[in-house]
């Protein structure tokens, strides 16, 4: 599949600038293993780049202009590297703008270029294409212009370039887009950005992503509303127990006993974040252990705290994991990101994919009539040069 979005980038570039591309970079989209929600409560995440990518083809320009063209959205624009970058109303290109902006910011020297992409990661369904879309696009700078760039840098930068994009999001996207390894998860810190790899060999299993194809317009005000309630809730926390300044640090008997000092959605909001941080190391030594089924039942009580206790699911959600629960072929699954939409994340063993998917897919349109959308998804590189064979 990937080679195919190779061969079509490739070919594009070469027809709009009569040369071959110097450089061809993969940059992966992400998926979230567990852990969620937790990013912005100093907690753990456990996440992994996939094998769906964006694909660009580089060069040089030698002028200060650049030119970028996004294939699959027939658009292109140029872009003076002389000039301030501004925010315009044609929002792809803004990742593109906060990228530069950031190289300049932090004084990189380089000269325009000319930059093609094309992507097989499904836009909208919570696999952080933007991500990719950011660290591919500046690990191609630097490897055009032999920045010199760390990895890790390039992840912050990444995230940088979001935030000036106006999207206030954790680190988790670009860290994993850019760290990620085939075949292992990433336990990232999100304290203190310390992370290590586990071995993501789920044996029997498959990874499937059920995307229910709602995106319901609670998310944004909900998403700001549930940071403020885990804030207050570990300032309540603090003032009882002063030596627990994180929610990482606190037992889950510390939040019971201050149940009573807390509003109920302030005590189930901090309910949660405790033990999803709990769930994230005992998914680790799950994988380590080779204990498959032990991660899937973790999948299924993050899902179930999601649902009753952070309250960013919805209807569509439930029904798919409260559907797939009752199948034995499937082990785990829950809502993966934000919530109110998006993808359902499963475990499902192998030889009963087809099965499973036909089946959900009428129960889904039979319920909802809407077409659930599918995604056979594996474990692998982070962003990386392509070298062809």
Not at 91 to 103: K, S
Not at 124 to 146: P, Q, T, V
Request: glycine share 8%.
């Amino acid at each position: 599949m990937n080679d195919l979005l190779i061969k079509k980038t490739t070919a594009f570039f070469e027809e709009s600038f009569g040369s071959t591309p110097k450089k061809i970079v993969l940059s992966p989209g992400r998926i979230n293993i567990i852990g969620e929600h937790i990013d912005y409560n100093d907690g753990y995440v456990l996440p992994a780049a996939i094998d769906k990518i964006i694909c660009f083809a580089f060069e040089k320009s030698n002028s200060n202009t650049s030119k970028i063209i996004a294939i699959d959205l027939d658009d292109s624009f140029e872009v003076d590297l002389t000039t301030e970058m501004e925010l315009t109303d044609t929002v792809w290109t803004n990742y593109i703008r906060g990228v530069i902006n950031q190289l300049k910011i932090k004084g990189f020297k380089f000269d325009g270029f000319n930059c093609v992409f094309s992507s097989n990661i499904p836009v909208g369904s919570g696999l952080s294409s933007s991500a990719a879309l950011e660290c591919g696009f500046l690990f191609g700078i630097n490897e055009l212009f032999e920045l010199k760039i760390k990895p890790v840098d390039i992840a912050l930068m990444g995230q940088s370039a979001e935030h000036w994009v106006g999207i206030n999001c954790g680190i988790m996207d670009q860290f994993s887009s850019v760290m990620g390894k085939e075949n292992k998860v990433i336990k990232i810190d999100c304290k203190t950005l310390e992370y290590e790899y586990h071995n993501a060999d789920f044996n029997d299993y498959s990874l499937i992503l059920f995307d229910s194809n709602v995106k319901h317009s609670l998310f944004s005000s909900a998403y700001n509303t549930r940071r403020e309630e885990c804030e207050e809730g570990i300032s309540i926390i603090n003032a009882n127990f002063p030596e627990i300044s994180s929610f990482r640090d606190c037992k889950e008997e510390r939040v019971l006993s201050l149940k009573d000092k807390m509003s109920a959605n302030v005590f189930k909001r901090s309910i949660f974040v405790v033990k999803e941080i709990n769930r994230v190391k005992l998914a680790c030594d799950a994988l380590d252990a080779g204990n498959i089924e032990v991660l899937g039942q973790l999948m299924f009580e993050t899902h179930e705290g999601l649902s009753l206790d952070y309250e960013v699911s919805c209807a569509e959600l439930d029904f798919l994991v409260n559907t797939v629960k009752e199948d034995k072929s499937v082990i785990g699954s829950r809502l993966m990101g934000g919530g109110f939409g998006g993808c359902t994340i499963n475990l499902i063993k192998k030889g009963q994919e087809e099965t499973v998917k036909n089946k959900l897919s009428k129960l889904y349109q039979d319920e909802f009539g809407i077409e659930l959308k599918i995604y056979d998804v594996k474990i692998g590189n982070g962003t990386s040069l392509y070298i062809a064979k």
